[in-house]
């Protein structure tokens, strides 16, 4: 009897979050066999750190895993020595045998703060390209022409504005293709500026007489300057190793128009979470507050609950013990009760700050109100369990956590 969802519910977990499948027809009939589908995804060991651009495929790479499917992640280390052409305007110098493996060491580190590890296929492409002969090159190398390699949006401008374009690029996206071949694939995942190889590898699995590939894009996440992609070398990126308190403050500094776009892309919350989280923020909650459940989510995700607890209270939303005065009350208040949204003048007089609406309409009229030394007027309230230091005077303070 077959473990899997029903292949329509497959499909539409699958959607969430990708820009192109090619195609669906296809993929929900794989899906239809009720066999774990090979997926692959493919990675070159350029650089030796991952960011969380990187980590909007493999999240996707998690739900085929979480699905039962066989996730293989595939480290292109041949076809690093070769270099990657995709979006480059002059041709990429390789990289050493040992540089590449290196970094392929950084990549399984980082890839599995997300994959089971257990559940996870890593693979290496030299594994079958380093006995292949001068000859089986260009036998692979005679599957395509020249015309069709010129399709390539970034082999045409380099053509057209006769900058160099060496043959070895050219081999680069049969190389590619070639993988799912030797792994028979039965799906491809990619960012959008990958189309082109990833089109290849079907086109040469129905070469080789396999069943063609389905082909998944995902969107490239802009980075923190909100333009451009994430990229290390633009200095826009959060890296997968940063500190957690770093990881937590680059969050928090992200544009307020990127909100949307980072939950659909890095969060594991539903849909219908995320959507409540947006309708918030239409409605005048402050678009901080929701990115520190972003933040704390991501920190939690690479480092741990303890570290995502610690980074929250390094970011000004605890203040420390010492800083408190001695005896400060520690007080505990159930949202549960309020319908899952408190506001300040109930959690005012909850926590015995004031003894009635009227002395804490007093105090907020006065700018008296504090919630972790920020003066709140009557909208603010709290959505989430977290723990606040709240003040409606100087001697009237105390330390408050909010459960469910």
């Not at 770093?246 to 500094?253: E, G, H, I, R």
């Amino acid at each position: 009897m077959s473990n899997f969802l029903p292949a329509e519910e497959q499909l539409a977990l699958i959607q969430r979050g990708t820009h192109e499948i090619i195609s669906e027809e296809d993929l929900l009939k794989k899906l239809k066999k009720n066999r774990p589908l090979k997926i692959k995804a493919g990675f070159d060991p350029t650089a030796p750190d991952l960011h969380l651009g990187h980590t909007v495929l493999i999240n996707k790479l998690k739900v085929f895993q979480d699905l039962g499917h066989e996730v293989f992640f595939l480290i292109g280390d041949y076809t690093a020595m070769i270099g990657d052409p995709t979006g480059k305007s002059a041709t990429r110098p390789p990289l050493s045998r040992e540089q590449v493996l290196e970094n392929a060491k950084t990549y399984q580190e980082q890839v599995f703060k997300i994959l089971d590890p257990n559940k996870t296929k890593v693979v290496f492409n030299s594994e079958w390209f380093a006995q292949k002969t001068a000859a089986d090159l260009i036998q692979l190398a005679s599957q395509q022409t020249v015309a069709r390699m010129l399709e390539r949006d970034d082999f045409t401008k380099r053509y057209n504005s006769q900058q160099p374009i060496a043959i070895h690029e050219f081999l680069y996206p049969l190389v590619q293709g070639y993988d799912s071949v030797a792994l028979e694939a039965d799906v491809e995942l990619g960012g959008t500026d990958q189309t082109f190889n990833l089109l290849m590898g079907r086109t040469l699995q129905g070469r080789y007489d396999q069943e063609a590939q389905v082909c998944i894009t995902v969107p490239i996440l802009e980075g923190l300057d909100g333009v451009n992609k994430m990229s290390k070398s633009l200095g826009n990126y959060i890296g997968v190793f940063d500190a957690p308190g770093a990881m937590y403050q680059k969050v928090l500094s992200m544009p307020d128009a990127l909100i949307e776009r980072y939950f659909d892309l890095l969060s594991f919350k539903s849909i219908e979470e995320i959507q409540q989280l947006l309708k918030e923020i239409a409605e005048g909650r402050n678009p901080q507050e929701v990115k520190k459940i972003l933040a704390l989510e991501l920190v939690e995700r690479f480092h741990g609950s303890d570290a995502a607890a610690h980074a929250h209270k390094g970011a000004g939303n605890i203040i420390t013990e010492g800083e408190l005065p001695e005896g400060t009350p520690e007080v505990t208040i159930s949202r549960g009760e309020f319908g899952g949204e408190i506001f300040i003048t109930s959690i005012l007089r909850e926590a015995g700050l004031t003894k009635n609406a009227a002395q804490a309409k007093d105090a907020l009229g006065r700018g008296a109100v504090k919630v972790d030394w920020h003066t709140v007027d009557s909208s603010y309230s709290v959505k989430e369990n977290l723990t606040l230091i709240v003040q409606a005077s100087k001697k009237a303070i105390a330390k408050v956590t909010f459960t469910d």
